[in-house]
C-alpha cells in the first residue's frame, strides 16, 4: 500500500527511476547473495552417490517397516517403487561396485542359479525382483516374516555395497566406465524386460538412470571446469529424459529409435568427454573397449578379454591364415574325409543344415544340431551344455571325439610334416617363438585364432543401427521392438549379440530351460537333459546355453536337436510358451509360461527383424586349394571333406 501510494504521487518519468533503482537493487542482491555462496563447493560424485546410498537405504528401511506392521498394500507399493526409483541413480555404481551382490541379491532375475566358478552351491532368488511379485501379484508363497527377511537381506546388501564404494571410492575415469557400461545396460537388459518383470516399469526407470549419470559425471570437478561439451552433455540427458517420460509405455517404446537418438550419441559424447579431460583408460580387462567411440561399432568389444592366449598376441594374422587351412583340411581326420568345415560350412553360417550331421563312421547321427561358429569367440562357454571354458580346448575335443574326426594328435602331426606349404606356414605363424616346428599346440592354437576371426557385426540391422535408414523396412523396425518388448525375447538374446553372454560385463553366459519340444508338433521335450549332465543339479535338467541368434536364416534346422525346421515354427513355439505345453511337467522353465498372444502380424515382424540379422561376409571363405602334401592320394582331398 504505502509503494502504491508513492508510486501514484510520482511522475511518469520518476516511477520509470524508481523502477531501475529496483531492479540495481535486485541485481545488486542476486550478486551478494551469489557471493555468499561461493564459499560452497558443488557435491562431488562420491557426495552424491553416498547420498543416494542413503535414500535408498532409508526406501528399503520404510518398506520393511510397512511390511512388519502389516500395512495397506498401497503403501508397500509405495515404498517398494520409490526404493527402485533410488536404487536406479546408483544402479551403475551398484553393478560397478558389486557385481556379485547385485547378481546375487540386489537385482538378479528371480531363478535358482548354479555357476561353477561359486562351488557346489545352488543360490536361491533373492533381491528386487523375487519381492516385487509379492506386492503386485498377490504372491503368497512366503510368510510376512520370510519377506522381511528378504528385504533386510537387500538393505544388507545394499549397505555392504556402500562400504564398499567407500572404501574404494573409484577415479574419474572409472565414473566413465560405469556410467557408458550402464548405457550399454539400458539398452540391452533394463528397456528389454530383463528387470521390472511384474510392474513393466521399465522405461521410467530408465529415467532415473539418466538423472543417477547426469549427477554423477557433474559430480566430478575437472568435467565441469574443463570439459566443453557438458552442456552438450546436459542438453542430450534432458532430451533422452523428456524421450523417456513421452514414451513410458513398456509394450509401444520404440527402442531402436530411442537407441539410435539417444543412447548411441550419448555414448560417443562420453567418449569424446573423457578426451578432452584427457583421461587415461583404466588398466582393467573389460569385455568393452572403452578407445571406441561408436556403441556400434567394428572395435566395441575388446578382443583380449575373450582371449585366453593374451600374452600370446604376437602373430595372430599368420595364425589365423594357418588355421583356415587347417579347419578345411580333412586331412585332420582319421580317414582323410572330415575337416571342420564338414558340419561348419561358411555357406551356412558355419552349420549345416542337417539336424544331426553323420557321426565319422557313417553309421549313426551325432547327439546335437551343429551351432554356427559366427562370433564364436564372444562366449565364456561352449557346447550347448556348456561343457567346455576355453575355444582351445574345444578344438582338441572334437579332433579326437571318435564320432566326429577319430583323430590321434601323433597322426595328424605326422601327416602335416609331409607337408612344406605347411612347414613354412607353420614357420611364418609361430616365427621366433618357442613353436617354430609343426605342434599340436600350434594346430590348436591357429585353429583358434581363425575361429576368432569369424565376427559377424555387418547386417542390415547393424547397418540401421549405424544410420543407414533403409537398411531395415518398418515390419524388422517393429519387429525388433516386439523381440525386445512384447515378446521378452531380448531379455535372453542380448542385444547386440543376441547371444545369452550378460551385458555390459560379459562375462557370464546364461542357460535357460525353454523346454524344447522333441519336435514342434510333439508335446514332449526333448529327452536330451542338457546342461545338469555338466553340472549335476536338477535345476539345469533341459538346460541349454542361450545360442546367439544373428545369421538364423542361414542355420536352419534349430535348437539343439534341430527338430525346428523353420522360424515360423520357433516363434510359434514360443508364442504358446514353450515347454509348457508339453505332456510331461518340467520343473525350473525359465521362459514364462503364458502364451504371448502375438498376432500374425507381430509374429511375421519378428521374422522380418530375424532375417535383418544376417551378414553373408563370410560365404565365400573357404580357401581356394589346399597347403601340397608330398602324397598324390592325399593331394586329391577335398577343401572342407566329403561329408
Ligand atoms: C561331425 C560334425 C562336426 C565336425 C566335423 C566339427 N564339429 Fe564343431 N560342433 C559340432 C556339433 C554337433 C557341435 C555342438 C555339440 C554340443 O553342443 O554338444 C559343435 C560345436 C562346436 C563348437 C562350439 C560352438 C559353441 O558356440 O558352443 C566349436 C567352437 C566347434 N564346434 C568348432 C569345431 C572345429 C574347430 C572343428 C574341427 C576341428 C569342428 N568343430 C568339427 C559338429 C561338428
Ligand atoms: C528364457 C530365455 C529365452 C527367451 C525368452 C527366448 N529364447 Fe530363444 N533360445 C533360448 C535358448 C536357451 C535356446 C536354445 C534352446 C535349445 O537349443 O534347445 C534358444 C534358441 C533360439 C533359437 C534357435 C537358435 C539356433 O541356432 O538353433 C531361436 C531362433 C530363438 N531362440 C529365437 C527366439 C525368439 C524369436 C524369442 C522370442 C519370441 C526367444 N528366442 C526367446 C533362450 C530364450
Known sequence: MVIQKLLSSLSNKNKRLFCLIGIYLVALESLLLSFSFIGIQPKSSAEIIDTHFVKLIGSIDSLENKVSENRPVAQKQFYYTLSRKNYKYIEAVVEYVSPFFAKYYINGPPLKKHDIENGNKVFEPHGFQLIESFFFTGDTSLSKEEIVYEIKLLKESIIQTRKKYKSVVPRNEQYFDMVQMEL????????NGYDCAITKENIKESTYVFDGMAEILEGIKEVRMKSPSLPVFKKLISDSKKYLFLNKEYETFNRLYFIINYVKPLYSLLHKIR????????PVNYAINFNESNLFGEAFFNRHFFSVNIADSANIKPQAELGKNLFFDPLLSGNNKRACASCHQPQFAFSDTIAKNQEYNQTGQLKRNTPSLLNVMYQKNFFYDGRSLQLEDQVSDVLHAKNEMNSM???????????????HLFKKAFKGQRDTAITFYGVLKAISEFEKTLTSMNSKFDKYLNGNKNALDQNAINGYNIFSGKALCGSCHFLPLFNGLVPPVFNDNEFEVIGTLAGPDIKEVDSDSGRVLITKKNIHTFSFKTPGIRNIEAT??????????????????YNKGGGSVAKQKINHQTLPFDSLQLSPKEKDEIKSFLMSLSDNSYKNIAPKKLPQINDPVLNKRKIGGEY
Not at 550399454?184 to 528397456?191: A, D, E, K, P, Y
Not at 578432452?276 to 583408460?281: A, F, G, H, I, V
Not at 597322426?411 to 609331409?418: A, D, G, N, P, S
Request: charged share 30%; aromatic share 10%; no cysteine.
Open 275 to 282: 578426451s578432452e579431460l584427457k583421461l587415461s583408460n583404466t
Open 556 to 573: 536352419f534346422p534349430y535348437m539343439h536337436n534341430g527338430a525346428f525346421r523353420t522360424i515360423d515354427q520357433v516363434i510359434e513355439f
Open 184 to 191: 550399454v545396460r539400458i539398452i540391452s537388459l533394463n528397456i
Open 409 to 423: 594328435p601323433e597322426e595328424v602331426i605326422k601327416k602335416l610334416k609331409q607337408s612344406d606349404d605347411y612347414k
